[in-house]
C-alpha cells in the first residue's frame, strides 16, 4: 500500500561546487546547476516541498545559506554533490543546521566517453569526489552525515528509491513534530505497560497530547442528524461485507441496530477529530453499566477504522505510544494496524497477529468484515466490529516501549502475511511467518521488553524505522 495521501513535509536542498572553476571553464556552474535542478524535479514529483538554497562554493556562501536553512521550517537537508568541492563550502552548514543530512552523489554520465574525455568533462561528473572528505570532515565536527546516495542522475532505480525513502522519512519527521494525539478516558485498568507521560511524549516525539473528554463526544453523538449519516453509510456498505457468523457463538450477522449506532458514532468521532484538529486519538473509557457514555464508546471501532484509512491513527485501550507507531507507518505509506499477538500454530510455524479495535483497512487482503459481536471479550459492551487480515506478503511489526529510566525505545520486527484461513472472530488476524522460526522469533522479541502491541504495516521497512528512531535520539532494536 502506498499512501495516495500528500501529507506536508519540506526537503531543503543545497549545491556544493569550487568557485575557482567558474573563470577556468564559462558555463560549467550554469550547467552544473541544471543537473541540479534535475534532482528537485525529481524530489517535487515525490510530493514534498522543496527550498532550492543554491550554490555554496566558497565558505562566505556557505554561512549566507546557513543563516537561511536556519529560518526555514526544513525537515531534512540534501547536500547535492554536483562536481567537487571543498569541505569549507559545507562545514558550517554539516555543524550548525541542526537538520539531518544527506549526501547525494549522482552522476550526469554512466562513464565518461572515454574517447572524447576532457577535464571539463570529468568536473561535469566528479560527484563522487569529495564524498569522503565531506563525511569525513562531518563526524570530524560531531555531525556525521546519515546517508550518501550514490548512482546515475537519470533511470537509476537505486538513487529513486533512495529519495523515496528519504522523502517519506522527512514526511515522517515533519507530521510528528506538529502532531495533536489526543487522549480521552484512562488507561485500560492494570496495564501496566500502557501507562506513560504526555509531558516525555512531547519530549521524545515533539507532539502536542491534547486531553480531552467522553462527554464531549456523547453530546457530538446526540447532535448527529439523519441527513449526515448518509454519506457514512455509503462509505461502510461499500467498504465491508456482512457475512453470515460462522463457528464462534460470540458473534453474528451485522444487526442494522449495531450498524446504525457505529454509523453515528462514525460521524460524532469525525467532528470531534475536526474541532480539535487532531492527528490521532488514543482512549479507552468503561463508564458505569448501562451508562449513555459506556454505551457510546463501545461503537467506536467501525468510525476509527474509517479515521484510520483516512490517515488519521485511532488507538484503543488507550494505548498512545502504539497510536505514535501507527502514526509513522501511515506517513510511510505502509498502513499501521493496532495489532498484538494472538496464538501460535506450532504445525505450520506462523502466529496469529490482529487485534479487537481499529484498524487500518486499507492494507486489508480482499475485503473487510463487519461482524455484530455480542460481547466485547475482556471489555464492557457489545457492537459492531472489523474483522480482516493484511495483504499477503512482507510485514514489518513496530512497538514502542520504555526503559527502566523511562527512555523510549522502537522494537522492530519483519515477517510474512501468507495465505490461510483466520478465525471468524470479529477480530483482525493475520498469519504471521517470522524467521528463523516463529517460536524463536518470538523469544526474541519478548525478551526485548516490548509492550505487548504494536503497529502493523506492509513491506520491510525496518532499516528505515531504525533511521527513524536515530534521527529522534531513541534506541531501536531489529529483532531478527
Known amino acids: 500500500m502506498e499512501t495516495t495521501r500528500n501529507?506536508?513535509?519540506?526537503?531543503?536542498?543545497?549545491?556544493?561546487?569550487?568557485?575557482?572553476?567558474?573563470?577556468?571553464?564559462?558555463?560549467?556552474?550554469?550547467?552544473?546547476?541544471?543537473?541540479?535542478?534535475?534532482?528537485?524535479?525529481?524530489?517535487?514529483?515525490?510530493?514534498?516541498?522543496?527550498?532550492?538554497?543554491?550554490?555554496?562554493?566558497?565558505?562566505?556562501?556557505?554561512?549566507?545559506?546557513?543563516?537561511?536553512?536556519?529560518?526555514?521550517?526544513?525537515?531534512?537537508?540534501?547536500?547535492?554533490?554536483?562536481?567537487?568541492?571543498?569541505?569549507?563550502v559545507f562545514a558550517p552548514i554539516a555543524r550548525s543546521s541542526g537538520l539531518p543530512m544527506v549526501l547525494t552523489a549522482l552522476q550526469p554520465r554512466a562513464h565518461l566517453d572515454y574517447s572524447q574525455a576532457s577535464t571539463r568533462m570529468q568536473l561535469e561528473n566528479d560527484c563522487i569526489c569529495a564524498v569522503p572528505e565531506f563525511t569525513g570532515v562531518a563526524k570530524r565536527l560531531g555531525h556525521p552525515?546519515?546517508?550518501?546516495?550514490?548512482?546515475?542522475?537519470?533511470?537509476?532505480?537505486?538513487?529513486?528509491?533512495?529519495?523515496?525513502?528519504?522523502?517519506?522519512?522527512?514526511?515522517?519527521?515533519?507530521?510528528?513534530?506538529?502532531?495533536?494525539?489526543?487522549?480521552?478516558?484512562?488507561?485500560?485498568?492494570?496495564?501496566?505497560?500502557?501507562?506513560?507521560?504526555?509531558?516525555?511524549?512531547?519530549?521524545?516525539?515533539?507532539?502536542?497530547?491534547?486531553?480531552?473528554?467522553?462527554?464531549?463526544?456523547?453530546?457530538?453523538?446526540?447532535?448527529?442528524?439523519?441527513?449526515?449519516?448518509?454519506?457514512?453509510?455509503k462509505r461502510v456498505d461499500a467498504t465491508f461485507d456482512t457475512p453470515d457468523p460462522v463457528s464462534d457463538p460470540v458473534t453474528m450477522k451485522l444487526t442494522p441496530e449495531d450498524k446504525e449506532h457505529?454509523?453515528?458514532?462514525?460521524?460524532?468521532?469525525?467532528?470531534?477529530?475536526?474541532?480539535?484538529?487532531?492527528?490521532?486519538?488514543?482512549?479507552?473509557?468503561?463508564?458505569?453499566?448501562?451508562?449513555?457514555?459506556?454505551?457510546?464508546?463501545?461503537?467506536?471501532?467501525?468510525?476509527?477504522?474509517?479515521?484510520?484509512?483516512?490517515?488519521?491513527?485511532?488507538?484503543?485501550?488507550?494505548?498512545?505510544?502504539?497510536?505514535?507507531?501507527?502514526?509513522?507507518?501511515?506517513?510511510?505509506?505502509?498502513?499501521?494496524?493496532?495489532?498484538?499477538?494472538?496464538?501460535?500454530?506450532?504445525?505450520?510455524?506462523?502466529?496469529?497477529?490482529?487485534?479487537?479495535?481499529?484498524?487500518?483497512?486499507?492494507?486489508?487482503e480482499g475485503k473487510p468484515v463487519l461482524r455484530s459481536l455480542k460481547k466485547y471479550h475482556g471489555k464492557p459492551g457489545h457492537g459492531a466490529s472489523v474483522e480482516f487480515k493484511i495483504k499477503e506478503g512482507p510485514i514489518t511489526l513496530l512497538g514502542i516501549t520504555q526503559t527502566p529510566d523511562g527512555q523510549y525505545k522502537f522494537v522492530i520486527g519483519e515477517g510474512y502475511s501468507k495465505e490461510g484461513p483466520i478465525p471468524p472472530t470479529g477480530n483482525t488476524n493475520t498469519r504471521g511467518f517470522f524467521e528463523p522460526t516463529t517460536r524463536e522469533f518470538m523469544k526474541k522479541w519478548v525478551m526485548e521488553g516490548p509492550t505487548h502491541h504494536f503497529a502493523l504495516g506492509v513491506g520491510h521497512q525496518a532499516e528505515t524505522i531504525a533511521k527513524i528512531a536515530h534521527l529522534l535520539g531513541i534506541p531501536a532494536v531489529i529483532v531478527k
Open 7 to 88: 501529507y506536508p513535509a519540506t526537503v531543503g536542498v543545497f549545491a556544493v561546487g569550487h568557485a575557482v572553476y567558474w573563470g577556468q571553464f564559462p558555463g560549467l556552474e550554469e550547467t552544473l546547476m541544471g543537473f541540479h535542478g534535475e534532482l528537485i524535479a525529481m524530489l517535487e514529483a515525490k510530493g514534498v516541498k522543496v527550498i532550492d538554497f543554491g550554490m555554496s562554493d566558497s565558505s562566505e556562501k556557505a554561512y549566507e545559506i546557513l543563516n537561511k536553512i536556519k529560518g526555514s521550517d526544513a525537515d531534512i537537508l540534501i547536500c547535492n554533490m554536483v562536481t567537487y568541492a571543498t569541505s569549507s
Open 145 to 233: 552525515v546519515e546517508d550518501v546516495i550514490i548512482g546515475k542522475l537519470r533511470d537509476d532505480a537505486e538513487v529513486d528509491a533512495g529519495l523515496d525513502t528519504w522523502c517519506r522519512i522527512a514526511r515522517v519527521l515533519h507530521n510528528l513534530k506538529t502532531a495533536r494525539i489526543g487522549l480521552v478516558g484512562h488507561t485500560m485498568e492494570a496495564m501496566y505497560d500502557m501507562h506513560t507521560d504526555p509531558t516525555a511524549l512531547s519530549a521524545a516525539f515533539g507532539i502536542h497530547v491534547p486531553l480531552l473528554e467522553v462527554e464531549e463526544i456523547v453530546s457530538l453523538y446526540d447532535e448527529v442528524k439523519p441527513e449526515e449519516t448518509v454519506e457514512v453509510e
Open 262 to 364: 457505529a454509523v453515528r458514532c462514525a460521524v460524532a468521532l469525525r467532528k470531534f477529530v475536526d474541532k480539535h484538529h487532531l492527528t490521532g486519538l488514543a482512549y479507552y473509557y468503561e463508564g458505569l453499566p448501562g451508562s449513555r457514555n459506556s454505551d457510546v464508546v463501545s461503537s467506536f471501532i467501525v468510525g476509527n477504522s474509517l479515521l484510520i484509512a483516512d490517515g488519521v491513527p485511532m488507538c484503543g485501550e488507550y494505548d498512545i505510544k502504539t497510536c505514535i507507531a501507527m502514526l509513522i507507518m501511515d506517513r510511510l505509506g505502509i498502513g499501521g494496524s493496532f495489532a498484538e499477538f494472538h496464538p501460535l500454530d506450532f504445525d505450520e510455524d506462523f502466529i496469529l497477529v490482529g487485534h479487537d479495535g481499529p484498524h487500518h483497512i486499507t492494507i486489508a
